[in-house]
């Protein structure tokens, strides 16, 4: 039995007294049967328990904002990293077409260079049939 608490020993029916601590002495001491000292215990453990019940709701109620915090950051991460990829692959196909048209320079030179030789000699035959034309003329 606690201090403040002293049995009946007189009395068949077991009753205690129950004091309150010390800072409540200077009120007179409460005598209390098993039954409503019972039920005050069952009563404060309720509370206890409604007390416990009410934080735990706090921290689920809190841990399912940061759960959904974070689901909603890991949704912009993968937007962003969506969107990184996109571009890295779009930087892969600029790239690539640099490459084609890097490939293609060599190619349109020799081009251009036949070209010119062609025309070359284009204006050779042109030239050696309008001197032939004249040397008919002349003659």
């Not at 029916?13 to 049967?33: E, G, I, R």
């Not at 921290?59 to 399912?64: I, L």
């Not at 320079?105 to 070209?115: C, K």
Request: hydrophobic letters at 35%.
């Amino acid at each position: 039995m606690r201090k403040t608490q002293h049995k009946n020993t007189g009395n068949s029916t077991s009753q205690s007294v129950f004091l309150l601590s010390d800072t409540y002495s200077s009120f007179p001491a409460m005598v209390l049967n098993w039954a409503e000292l019972t039920e005050i215990i069952e009563i404060e453990f309720r509370i206890w328990i409604e007390t416990k019940i009410i934080c735990i709701q706090k921290k689920v109620k809190t841990q399912y904002k940061e759960y959904k915090e974070h689901i909603k950051m890991m949704n912009e991460i993968k937007d962003k990293m969506a969107f990184q990829i996109k571009n890295k692959i779009n930087m892969i196909k600029l790239k690539n077409t640099l490459q084609q048209f890097h490939n293609t320079i060599p190619y349109i030179n020799s081009r251009i260079n036949q070209a010119k030789e062609r025309i070359s000699e284009l204006a050779d035959w042109f030239s050696r049939i309008t001197q032939a034309e004249k040397v008919k003329k002349k003659q």
